[in-house]
C-alpha cells in the first residue's frame, strides 16, 4: 500500500527555523516526484515546489524560491521541506504529494499543521 | 488570485448535475493535463481526474472530466450529500519553470 506519511504539528516562534518531513513507502521512491503544497487556514492550495529523489533534480514554483528549501534523502525514503526564519504568515498546513504528469498527484501526506506565533 | 479560476461556489440537489469550470491559458491548460481533486472537510485533498478525463481506481463514474482549448470542467451527475466538499483544478505551466497551477477552489454545496 502506498502511503506518505508526515511529521508531527509544529509550533514554533518567528525567526526560528524548521523542518518538516514525508516519508514514502509501498513504491519505488526514487521513481516519482515529491511535490510540496501549502494551504493557510480558510484558503486554496499552492504549489511550493518538487524534486525527483532518484537525482535531486528540484524545482520551486516562483512564489516560494527562496523561501524554503525541499530536498531528499533516498537512503530513508524521505523528502523534506525546511525554513531557515519562519514568520507568521508561513502559518499553515502543508501537504506532500507524490506522482507527476502522467499520474497527477495521485497520493497525499495526511498535511504537516505549523504554527508560528510569538 | 490564482493563476486557473474557478467559481467560488456551486450548489445542486441531490441526484442533480453539477459542472465546475476552470480557466487558465495557452501556457498551463491549452498545453497541458488538467487534474481535479477533491478536499472533504478537515481531510487531505485526494485526486479524482487526472490527464483531463481519467478516474482512478476507486472514483465513481459519476465524477467526469473534460478540457477544451484554455478551459476545462468538472461534472458531477447523481449529486449525493457526501460530495460536499472542495474542489480544486490544477495545471502544468510551462511559462516560467515547470510548475504546478491551481485553481481558487469551488465550495459545492448540496442542497
Known amino acids: 500500500e502506498v502511503q506518505l506519511v508526515q511529521s508531527g504539528a509544529e509550533v514554533k516562534k518567528p525567526g526560528e527555523s524548521l523542518k518538516i518531513s514525508c516519508k514514502g513507502s509501498g513504491y519505488s521512491f526514487t521513481s516519482y516526484w515529491i511535490g510540496w503544497v501549502r494551504q493557510m487556514p480558510g484558503k486554496g492550495l499552492e504549489w511550493m515546489g518538487i524534486?525527483?529523489?532518484?537525482?535531486?533534480?528540484?524545482r520551486y514554483s516562483p512564489s516560494f524560491q527562496g523561501q524554503v528549501t525541499i530536498s531528499a534523502d533516498k537512503s530513508i525514503s524521505t523528502a523534506y521541506l525546511q525554513w531557515s526564519s519562519l514568520k507568521a504568515s508561513d502559518t499553515a498546513m502543508y501537504y506532500c504529494?507524490?506522482?507527476?504528469?502522467?499520474?497527477?498527484?495521485?497520493?497525499w501526506g495526511q498535511g504537516t499543521l505549523v504554527t508560528v506565533s510569538s | 488570485q490564482s493563476v486557473l479560476t474557478q467559481p467560488p461556489s456551486a450548489s445542486g440537489t441531490p441526484g442533480q448535475r453539477v459542472t465546475i469550470s476552470c480557466s487558465g491559458s495557452?501556457?498551463?491548460?491549452?498545453?497541458?493535463?488538467v487534474y481535479w481533486y477533491q478536499q472533504l472537510p478537515g481531510t487531505a485533498p485526494k485526486l479524482l481526474i487526472y490527464?483531463?478525463?481519467q478516474r482512478p481506481s476507486g472514483v465513481p463514474d459519476r465524477f467526469s472530466g473534460s478540457k477544451s482549448g484554455t478551459s476545462a470542467s468538472l461534472a458531477i451527475s447523481g449529486l449525493r450529500s457526501e460530495d460536499e466538499a472542495d474542489y480544486y483544478c490544477?495545471?502544468?505551466?510551462?511559462?516560467?519553470?515547470?510548475?504546478?497551477?491551481f485553481g481558487g477552489g469551488t465550495k459545492l454545496t448540496v442542497l
Open positions: 504529494v507524490k506522482g507527476g504528469i502522467l499520474t497527477g498527484f495521485d497520493y
Open positions: 490527464r483531463n478525463n
Open positions: 490544477a495545471a502544468w505551466d510551462d511559462s516560467l519553470s515547470v510548475h504546478v497551477v
Open positions: 524534486i525527483y529523489p532518484g537525482d535531486s533534480d528540484t
Open positions: 495557452s501556457s498551463n491548460i491549452g498545453s497541458n493535463y
